[in-house]
């Protein structure tokens, strides 16, 4: 059997056909193929859910693919970010906050935008129904605002009068009356929709067209204008919206419609560095394709979903085509990959629609035939969607085989190339790496007057983002000399890449580099020496020196009576990722835990030193009570630490209750014999916490009691809008034990 090419695919775009793909791919792996996936949202919005979601039917989870449990199954890194650019000269993807990404083979899945640039004030002051997460965004806070108010007046507009627009508005009405109904202010909804309170906000539809829903059949279209009338949803046909203010709309007719947020849900559009790269759009910036879902400019680029026109097949952009590419994507990247043929895709000339309400209820809508709305066509309509969202909710585990821990040799070229490939895209770079075009693996550094302080630590690469990793694993290797009130100055790195082709070896190491590159910055450390092996999985050692004056060295012997704790970051991170690996974790979950690691200590161990802080430790892998306990186990003090106060990452209750816990939580756990009361809180959703281990954890701080309010503020004014204060230090305790928990004495009272 021939080998198969080493080849790099980036798929751009968690759109509907590219989670199709890419769970093909996690069932049927290429030997020798590397996928990544760039996207700048974590959680994909499928359509056929997306109506019942605004409208209170399907929670946020259930209407979205998790692309973070998605990719994991897969096998596929994750880049978390927004392409912006094409050089297919290159075949680099250009990105908004990262370096380029090489490819072979490159596929697009980015959807569409309405259209708003024709209309003045429409791009400042008009939502999009498209990109979909920033539209709920808008419209939680729109939810959220209507909860808190909700006899305020509300006036609600929506551009567009197709099937999108008119399911929105009936779905819209409908979340709103659920949120009103929650509150006791509306009896329950029937045919006629009868609002039992003046105050109920109004919903206009604007159409520049006589009829609503030009493309669907005569049936279809009047049952649905009837309902909008029926439902005291104001439709406005024949308005053309010329003008779009923070005061509401304007139409070419005179009329004027004052409105708190206007909805712009028009005909679709592509953006615009599609067609600057080179490739053959159509005349609305779409990527035109051939039957095998191909360029026809480009062979190395494929698309599908709604950014695909295809030539041959006219079709309107629906999320039904899009879910349909899915396979025959797949089919035709992996016979690209291997040389053979494409298969041509066809797809249906007409599809069956169905339409919801907002009430429980379904339109059918097939060429000239029509039926509903019917309750029994809404159940057809969530059985198909549940049936499609389930591929995505759970996925089969598999025993991982044993490591060969052997590392091997690299070729040296490959750090030379990519250090200058660095410092080609960035010539300030040298700064922070001098040891770009030093050839041999010795430092030299002039010594600074002062006490030398070191640390050393390994990392494994938990997120398929070389780039991010980078920057976390620096993080998390200078939390030691933080720790210690030293300022760093310099690291040797140690890279273990993955035993794998050349070609992969080279370009993850270049994003790996980047981002240590860019985390250094926010220190001024510089990198000055780097050694490459190959081994079974990306991971890096940290060698840190920096250098402090005696007198500002913290050690715990300085503890004193009456300081309070600050802790700067959250815990979960541990819990966080082992439910991931079981593809029991939530994407947004694991989104926040990354930002969190992402974050420097370095302004926060400033900030202590401004403040008197006089002792600190780095949370890390050994969890927060056993950082706290050898915090105080060389001075004569006792600290108590409140589970009430201390910062959570979103998820990390959930679970931990559940048992997703690190392999490192049962050994940290036994710190547990180091608190006094530990027993008594046993039970207390946070305790489990105490002992999840962190990457790149926050710093564990005493700071002066008269301080602390000041302290904290300026923290989280840096952006620390996690840190806490989470318990005091205090005088020896009576039974020789040094820590003791608490809670907060309002809430144990309530309980």
């Known amino acids: 059997m021939s080998q198969i090419p080493s080849k790099e695919i980036v798929f751009i775009g968690g759109g509907h056909s590219h989670a199709i793909a890419l769970r093909h791919f996690g069932e049927n792996p290429i030997p020798g193929v590397r996928l990544t996936l760039i996207t700048d949202t974590l959680h994909a919005p499928y359509s056929g859910m997306l109506p019942g979601h605004i409208a209170g039917f399907y929670s946020f989870e259930r209407s979205h693919i998790d692309l973070y449990r998605l990719c994991e199954y897969a096998g596929v890194q994750l880049y978390h970010d927004k392409a912006i650019g094409l050089d297919l000269g290159r075949n680099q993807i250009l990105c908004a906050n990262r370096p380029p990404v090489s490819f072979d083979l490159v596929s697009i899945d980015i959807g569409s935008t309405p259209n708003r640039l024709e209309v003045p004030g429409a791009q400042t002051y008009a939502i999009p129904a498209k990109p979909v997460s920033q539209f709920l965004d808008r419209w939680r806070e729109t939810i959220e605002a209507f909860a808190r108010h909700p006899t305020q007046p509300l006036k609600l507009a929506i551009v567009g009068g197709g099937a999108g627009g008119v399911e929105l508005a009936l779905t819209m009405q409908q979340g709103l009356f659920v949120c009103r109904q929650a509150r006791g202010g509306m009896r329950n909804i029937d045919s006629s929709f009868v609002m039992y309170t003046a105050s109920f906000p109004e919903i206009h539809l604007f159409h520049r067209g006589r009829e609503l829903m030009s493309s669907h059949n005569t049936f279809v279209r009047k049952r649905l204008t009837d309902l909008i009338v029926r439902r005291d949803i104001q439709l406005h046909l024949n308005e053309q919206v010329t003008r779009v203010s923070a005061e509401g709309i304007e139409c070419q007719s005179g009329l004027k419609l004052e409105c708190d947020k206007v909805f712009w849900v028009t005909q679709a559009s592509a953006p615009d560095w599609l067609n600057a790269a080179g490739l053959a759009t159509d005349r609305d910036g779409f990527i035109l394709v051939k039957d095998s879902l191909q360029s026809i400019s480009h062979p190395q680029v494929f698309a599908a979903g709604d950014i695909a026109t295809m030539v041959n097949y006219t079709r309107p952009k629906a999320g039904v085509f899009a879910v349909r590419q899915g396979k025959p994507l797949y089919e035709n990247i992996r016979q690209a990959v291997l040389g053979q043929p494409a298969k041509p895709y066809r797809p249906q000339p007409k599809i069956l629609g169905l339409i919801g309400t907002g009430d429980g209820s379904a339109i059918a809508s097939w060429g000239k035939w029509g039926f509903g709305p019917n309750p ?189 704790l600050i802790l700067t970051k959250p815990l979960g991170t541990g819990t966080l990722f082992a439910a991931h690996q079981q593809y029991r974790g939530q994407g947004r979950w694991l989104q926040d835990a990354i930002a969190s690691m992402m974050q420097s200590n370095y302004p926060a161990a400033v900030t202590f030193m401004e403040m008197g802080a006089t002792a600190c430790r780095a949370i890390g892998s050994s969890g927060l009570l056993t950082e706290s306990v050898t915090m105080v186990e060389k001075s004569n003090v006792s600290l108590t630490i409140n589970l009430d106060r201390l910062p959570v990452l979103e998820g990390a209750i959930e679970t931990s209750h559940y048992g997703l816990l690190s392999p490192l939580h049962a050994e940290n756990s036994r710190s547990s014999q180091s608190a006094s009361n530990a027993s008594s809180f046993s039970s207390h959703p946070l305790y489990s916490l105490l002992f999840d281990p962190q990457t790149s954890g926050g710093l564990l701080a005493s700071v002066p009691s008269p301080q602390g309010t000041e302290c904290l503020k300026l923290l989280q004014d840096l952006g620390y809008i996690h840190s806490a204060i989470i318990g005091e230090v205090n005088l020896p305790s009576t039974n020789a034990l040094p820590i003791k928990l608490e809670v907060n004495e309002e809430l144990t009272e309530e309980e």
């Open 376 to 564: 029994v066509l809404w159940r057809w309509k969530d059985w198909i969607d549940r049936k499609f969202m389930d591929r995505f909710v759970s996925f089969p585990t598999s025993d991982t085989p044993a490591r060969d821990r052997q590392p091997k040799s690299v070729s040296p070229d490959i750090l030379s190339s990519v250090l200058q490939r660095l410092q080609t895209d960035n010539p300030k770079i040298e700064l922070l790496l001098p040891c770009i075009g030093n050839p041999d693996n010795v430092a030299i550094e002039s010594v600074t007057p002062g006490i030398l302080v070191q640390s050393l630590e390994t990392l494994e690469d938990p997120i398929r983002d070389p780039y991010q990793f980078g920057s976390l694993a620096v993080h998390h290797g200078l939390n030691a000399l933080l720790a210690k009130g030293a300022t760093p100055q310099s690291l040797l790195c140690a890279i273990e890449l993955p035993s794998t082709q050349p070609l992969y070896q080279e370009e993850t190491l270049y994003q790996l580099l980047s981002g240590i590159a860019k985390a250094l910055g926010v220190s001024q450390t510089q990198l000055v020496g780097c050694q490459v092996v190959a081994g079974p999985t990306l991971s890096v050692t940290l060698s840190s020196r920096g250098y402090a004056y005696p007198e500002q060295l913290w050690d715990s012997k300085h503890l004193q009576p009456g300081q309070v």
